[in-house]
């Protein structure tokens, strides 16, 4: 299909969305109009303005050849549509545009992003520029990196930023012993980009068989060190960890950018829920390193979830704030969002002695320690104990309970709540479980046990997308 097919396609999806009762979508999470969302793409602050693209099939709820669409916010809560970014019209994308991100080039907003081609003996991938003017209109440059010898079609997801006086980007990859790894390259402009090597990946750096595919890589600054955000597939779950089909995890270490290597230390899991994948970071005008993810994961149970009847699936995270403290990764929720809290509530006393609460747009700030839990919406259950917290749900497939565990000592949790999604932030930032689930009413959540708990509750406003 032609640039103006795809567009048309795109608006005929969008005219025909569901517009009826529709009790999963988000109230102030970022979820697509029609059919699927799933990376975000392009997060930058740029003339203070926030800009944040999405991997979209507006055309299905399916992955596919996917689309970029584009919002813009002033405050990171509320955000606006601005044109249709990138649709896959070229020869060079014909199968997707694929993720990528987003670069301030001289006052030019400037997307990097893959070009996925796919034909009957395989696949390739471009790595593809475009700009975008004041009117969100964007110009696609074309392909700036073709596929570098030693690779399979796999090599996608540039995340560009500029160090001293060269730009650099990292791209996910897979060798052709099928090995997941990090690429790391060097520009003097974005046209022109020469591969420095490998920085990371499977048989590298210390770890064995780590994987047959790295996708979304993110590497910066943060602290004194480094941090390598990536997601590695294939990696085999353990007895408490790895249970999602596919993870997402960080490495802290420090990028030599002469020798083009990164020694680092463990792979860690990003979020301990069941919904969480592809997250892009950026950092803000005022130093924060902010970071959305994808509550989704791909390749099991996704197209089972009932929003499908709607017509759309999946949406992002909150906005996260990193830090580094103590050699460790802290995720705390974006303080903007702060901003929606509405009618604030105070209660004490034994886990079953609280009130049942209504956690369809809810805060929930608590301090707990010994044996309690908490359901939502009949679906989904939270429990804590000394040694950690589990979450529950019943399988979307078979029906039976399925479970992701945080393990160590929790005196304090957050809960951020959004109709069919939850995102539980442990011990100030320590860790972090996102999961999405499905009530059949307005959920509730309902206490039990005998552990004092002191809790803090909010509703939190709605946010438009305008
Ligand atoms: C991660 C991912 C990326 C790819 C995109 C395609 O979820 O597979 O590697 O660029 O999604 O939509």
């Known amino acids: 299909m032609n640039e103006a097919q795809l567009i048309n396609r795109a608006l005929q999806a969008v005219m025909n969305r569901y517009s009826g009762e529709d009790p999963h979508r988000p109230a102030w999470h970022l979820s697509p109009q029609t059919g699927l969302m799933n990376d975000p793409n392009g997060l930058i602050q740029f003339q203070g303005e926030w ?11 399916a992955h596919g050849a996917k689309y970029w669409g584009h919002w813009r916010s002033t405050d990171l809560l509320d955000w606006r549509h601005e ?33 996925n081609v796919k034909y009957a003996q395989g696949r390739t991938a471009w790595q593809c520029l475009a700009t975008v003017d004041e009117r969100g209109e964007v110009t696609k440059q074309g392909p700036v990196v073709s596929l570098p010898q030693g690779y399979t079609g796999h090599v996608r997801d540039p995340k560009v930023w500029r160090h001293q006086d060269s730009w650099y980007m990292v791209l996910g990859a897979q060798n052709l012993n099928e090995q997941g790894k990090v690429l790391l390259y060097r520009g003097d402009s974005l046209q022109e980009w020469q591969l420095l090597g490998e920085i990371a990946g499977s048989q590298l750096n210390g770890l064995g068989e780590f994987g047959y595919m790295w996708e979304c890589p993110d590497l910066f600054a943060l602290g004194d060190r480094d941090v390598l955000i990536v997601c590695p597939q294939g990696l085999p779950a353990q007895e408490r960890k790895w249970l999602n089909t596919h993870q997402s995890g960080y490495f802290i270490g420090d990028l030599d950018y002469q020798a083009a290597r990164f020694p680092h230390g463990e792979f860690h899991e990003l979020d301990h829920g069941f919904e969480f994948y592809a997250p892009q970071t950026t950092l803000s005008d005022d130093g924060r390193r902010i970071l959305f ?12 979830q009932p929003t499908i009847a709607q017509g759309w699936i999946h949406t992002l995270t909150c906005p996260r704030e990193l830090t580094l403290e103590q050699g460790k990764l802290r995720q705390r929720p974006a303080r903007e969002l702060q901003q929606l809290r509405q009618h604030p509530e105070q209660y004490q006393g034994a886990a079953s002695s609280l009130p049942v609460l209504s956690v369809g747009q809810a805060e929930l700030a608590l301090h707990a320690t010994g044996c309690w839990s908490v359901c939502f919406g009949e679906t989904l259950t939270l429990s804590g104990d000394e040694t950690g917290l589990t979450l529950t749900r019943p399988s979307l497939r078979s029906g039976e309970p399925e479970h992701r565990y945080w393990s160590g000592s929790v005196s304090h949790l957050r809960i951020l709540c959004d109709r069919s999604s939850i995102e539980i932030f442990i011990n ?30 909010w509703q939190l406003r709605p946010c438009m997308v305008v």
Do not use: I
């Not at 249709?84 to 997707?96: F, K, R, T």
């Not at 993810?293 to 089972?304: I, Q, T």
């Not at 930032?429 to 509750?457: H, I, N, T």
């Open 293 to 304: 993810g994808w509550m989704g994961v791909p390749d099991k149970d996704e197209f089972l």
């Open 83 to 115: 044109p249709l970014a990138l649709v896959p019209s070229e020869e060079y994308e014909s199968h997707g545009c694929y993720s990528g991100s987003a670069v301030d080039d001289e006052g030019k907003l400037t997307l990097l992003y893959t070009g």
């Open 428 to 457: 100030d930032g320590e860790g972090v479980m996102s999961a999405r689930y499905f009530p059949q009413a307005e959920p509730m959540a309902v206490w039990q046990g005998e552990a004092r708990l002191s809790l803090d509750y």
């Open 51 to 61: 800009h944040l693209f999405y991997q979209w099939n507006p055309l299905a709820c």
